[in-house]
């Protein structure tokens, strides 16, 4: 059964930092792409950053230059550090891990709040 456990939410101000960890586990083959994704109150659901099995990220305009994404497949978990904060970031974050190779899904964590305060 696949898990995502997601950790390091918290509440800052702005230009602080914060890092979130999200340790996935149940897939015997390990997982492809994995990435972190946000939705603020009253707002749809938007891409943060995604990162392909073998590193390669890719990152949503609004967060370049600000925010690293990382994953260690040793230890099945992916990495945001979120650098210089601004109150716009503030959101649910979700990790995300697609599974599989035939019939391959994505799974998602239960959601980690970030706020950040002006």
């Known amino acids: 059964q696949v898990q995502l456990v997601e950790s390091g939410g918290g509440s800052v101000q702005a230009g602080g930092s914060l890092r979130l960890s999200c340790v996935a586990s149940g897939s015997i083959f390990g997982f492809n792409d994995m990435g972190w994704y946000r939705q603020a109150p009253g707002k749809e659901r938007e891409l943060v950053a995604t990162?392909?099995?073998?590193?390669?990220?890719n990152y949503a305009d609004s967060v370049k230059g600000r925010f690293t994404i990382s994953r260690d497949n040793t230890k099945n978990t992916v990495y945001l550090q979120m650098n210089s904060l601004k109150p716009e970031d503030t959101a649910v974050y979700y990790c995300?891990?697609?599974?599989?190779?035939?019939?391959?899904?994505?799974?998602w964590g239960q959601g980690t709040q970030v706020t950040v305060s002006s």
């Open positions: 995300r891990a697609n599974v599989g190779i035939i019939g391959a899904r994505d799974y």
């Open positions: 990162i392909s099995r073998g590193g390669n990220p």
